[in-house]
C-alpha cells in the first residue's frame, strides 16, 4: 500500500458499510468458522432481534462508543435480562429437589461444573471415567433446524411447521474450539451421583419394553436424547418445584462460574474448566462476584458465630 501510495495508485475506498451488512456477513461467513452451530443460532438472534434494529442502521466507519452506550440501556431499560447467579442456599435447594426426578445428576452436573445445554445432553459413558474422577467435553446436541420440505407451498411461515419438514444440520459434532474440547474433573459427590445414576439407568435399560442405546448419559425414558425444550421445562419445573425464583437454564453455568471464582480459581484455570476461549468471557462473570461473596460471608457468619453463641449459652 506504501508504494501505491507513493505511485499515487492507492484505489480510493469503496462504500462504508453499515453496521447491519457488516452483521449479517459477520454471523453468516465469519462466525460459523470458530463457533458450534448452537452458538451460531444464538448470534443470529441476537443479530436480527437486538443489534440490527438497534444499530444496523449507522455507517460502520460513524460508529461511535456513545451509540452503543445509548442502545444498551435502552435495552436495559425495556427490562432485558441481566444474569444474576443462584446463591448456595438456592442450588442446595435445586439439588434436593432434583433428588427426586430421574437424571437428577444432569442437574448437578450444570449447576457444579458448568457445562452448556448441548453439552450435558451430548454427553456419552465413554467421556465419564468414573475410577479417574473426571469427564471429557467433546461433542455438543444442536438444536434441530428445519428448511421447508413441501414441493407446493404448505402455508407455514417457519419451516419447522411444515408437514414435510428436512432438517438441514447434525444431532451432534464435536466441539469446534480446543477451548471448547477439555477434561473436567469430578468431586467425590458427583461421583457418587454419576454411579448411583447409571446403576439407575441400567435397571431402566432393563425394564423398558423399548430402548434405543446411544450409551448417553442423560437420555429420556426410551435412551433417546431429550429435546432442548423439554430439558429447558424440565429446568423450570424444578425451580418451582423447589421454590427457587425463575430464570434461565444459562443461569447454571454463570453460578458455576461464579462460584470458582470465588473460591479463588485463577483466571487460567476457571477458563479451562469452563471451555472459554478468551479473558473476556471471564470478566463477563467477575462483576458479579462481590455481591455474591458477600452472601456467602454472611452464611459463613451466621453458622460459626451462631454456633459459638449457643455454645456459649450452654456453658453458662
Known sequence: MEKQREAKKVRKPGKAWTAKTWLTHW????????????????????????LIPGLGAHRLDRLKPEHIEIFYAKMQANGDYEVEPYSVQEVKRLLSAAEKHRNSARWAVALALGLRQGEVL?????????????????????????????????????????????????????????????????????????????????????AAKRWQENRLVFPDEQGRSPSHRRDWAEWKDLLAEANVRD????????????????????????????????????????????????????????????????AGDGAD
Open 27 to 50: 454471523v453468516e461467513n465469519v462466525a460459523p468458522l470458530a463457533v458450534s452451530d448452537n452458538t451460531v443460532v444464538g448470534h443470529r438472534f441476537a443479530v436480527r432481534k437486538h
Open 122 to 206: 451430548g454427553l456419552e459413558w465413554d467421556d465419564v471415567d468414573l475410577e479417574g474422577g473426571f469427564l471429557l467435553v467433546r461433542r455438543s446436541r444442536h438444536r434441530p433446524q428445519y428448511a421447508h420440505g413441501c414441493a407446493e407451498p404448505c402455508g407455514r411461515k417457519a419451516a419447522g411447521y411444515c408437514p414435510q419438514r428436512r432438517r438441514t444440520n447434525p444431532e451432534l459434532s464435536t466441539t469446534k474450539s480446543r477451548a471448547g474440547r477439555r477434561a473436567v474433573g469430578l468431586p467425590d459427590q458427583l461421583l457418587d451421583l454419576l454411579r448411583n445414576h447409571l446403576k439407575g439407568q441400567e435397571k431402566e435399560r432393563a
Open 247 to 310: 430464570g434461565r437454564l444459562h443461569d447454571a453455568r454463570h453460578t458455576a462460574a461464579t462460584v470458582l471464582l470465588i473460591l479463588g480459581v485463577p483466571e487460567r484455570a476457571v477458563m479451562g474448566l469452563m471451555g472459554w476461549s478468551t479473558t473476556a468471557m471471564a470478566a463477563r462473570y467477575q462483576h458479579m462476584v462481590d455481591g455474591v461473596r458477600s452472601s456467602i460471608a454472611g452464611q459463613v457468619d451466621a453458622l460459626i458465630w451462631a454456633a459459638d453463641d449457643a
